[in-house]
């Protein structure tokens, strides 16, 4: 087998319309989603228990006849945790957002949900795509957050564009580590038994060296994730994406209240329906032009 029988057999996509997706981790956002006339909603709550819920909200809801509602899974999965899979196979998705080899192997057998793999699975290259795509079934692929605008598009002229989807507006995730701040620091207990879920009724940030504060939240595992306190935006990027033939967009939301989380989706709505572009989109959008982890080609100016 040599490098090039690795390689996705047709690159190319019919160009389709743009979609956008939106990614909502309060109740508050899933609604302006729903408000917004969003067709295809993640949700990624601490509590997987309210999952069944939130299902049962946006399908009762949503306006749209093909609207289609995922399931995040936790970030990362022990032994003994499929537990937190069977409570999400039990809210009956339309689909799942996948974030580790577990969950994959947990769902293999579900060809009736949809499964999109996440950012965590470091889709980087065509390769990884195709073993993924073809080899653990899925039916998209997010884009790893480690490629700047360049290498995003040397991976969509070597694999097919319409097995992906992008994030273009996201709080970025900056650590996720076992250590839970709300426990040690809000709490008199040592773990989950004890310490009284401090994560359930504190809003927590933490401040870096230039006052910037950064969002901390805890998952249904007690582990903790640090996202950047300012959103960012590949906006500007917008046509070259589309002109490769992708067709799938993301918003993440983090923790903007239900006002926030219309506006923003709103504006995205514009920018992807042609009635606006990424500087007008700026102007309602509060982030920093910016495109995966690393900025690469990315830097300008105008940071």
Same mark, same amino acid.
């Given at each position: 087998?040599? @490098? ?6 047709? %690159? /190319?996509?019919?160009? !389709? ?20 006339? *969003? ?11 309210? &999952? ?8 009762? !809801? ?15 999965? /022990? ?19 996948? +974030?580790? #080899? $577990?969950?994959?192997?947990?769902? /293999? ?19 990884? *795509? ?16 480690? #490629? ?11 694999? %097919? ?39 359930? /009724? ?15 939240? *805890? ?15 590949? $906006?500007? @990027? &917008?046509?070259? #994406?589309? $002109? ?16 926030? $989380? ?7 709505? +514009? ?33």
């Amino acid at each position: 087998t040599t @490098f090039r029988d690795l390689l996705p057999t047709n %690159p /190319k996509s019919e160009i !389709r319309n743009p979609t956008l997706s939106v990614l909502c981790r309060t109740i508050d956002q899933l609604h302006a989603a729903i408000e917004s006339g *969003a067709e295809t909603v993640y949700c990624d709550f601490e509590d997987p228990r309210r &999952y069944k819920d939130a299902v049962a909200d946006f399908k009762s !809801r949503s306006s749209h006849s093909n609207s289609k509602i995922h399931l995040a899974t936790p970030r990362i999965l /022990k032994p003994g945790e499929t537990g937190y899979l069977k409570l999400i196979e039990r809210a009956e998705p339309d689909g799942l957002l996948l +974030r580790n #080899l $577990a969950s994959l192997e947990y769902y /293999k057998h579900r060809s009736d949900l949809i499964k999109v793999a996440d950012f965590s699975l470091n889709v980087a290259n065509p390769i990884t *795509a195709a073993l993924l795509k073809e080899h653990a079934t899925l039916d998209l692929l997010t884009i790893s957050y480690d #490629l700047n605008i360049s290498q995003v598009l040397d991976l969509l002229a070597l694999a %097919p564009p319409d097995w992906f989807e992008i994030s273009l507006h996201q709080h970025m995730p900056m650590f996720h580590m076992e250590h839970c701040v709300f426990c040690t620091f809000l709490s008199e207990g040592t773990t989950w038994k004890d310490c009284g879920r401090p994560c359930e /009724k504190h809003v927590v940030h933490l401040r870096d060296r230039v006052g910037q504060l950064h969002r901390l939240q *805890a998952d249904v595992g007690c582990r903790n994730t640090l996202f950047n306190g300012r959103a960012q935006t590949g $906006a500007r @990027f &917008y046509e070259a #994406l589309r $002109a490769t033939g992708l067709s799938r967009f993301r918003i993440e939301l983090l923790d903007e209240d239900q006002p926030a $989380a219309e506006s923003t989706i709103r504006a995205y709505q +514009r920018l992807l329906n042609g009635e606006s572009d990424s500087s007008s989109l700026l102007e309602d959008v509060t982030a920093l032009e910016k495109l995966g982890v690393t900025e690469g080609t990315l830097r300008s100016g105008a940071h």
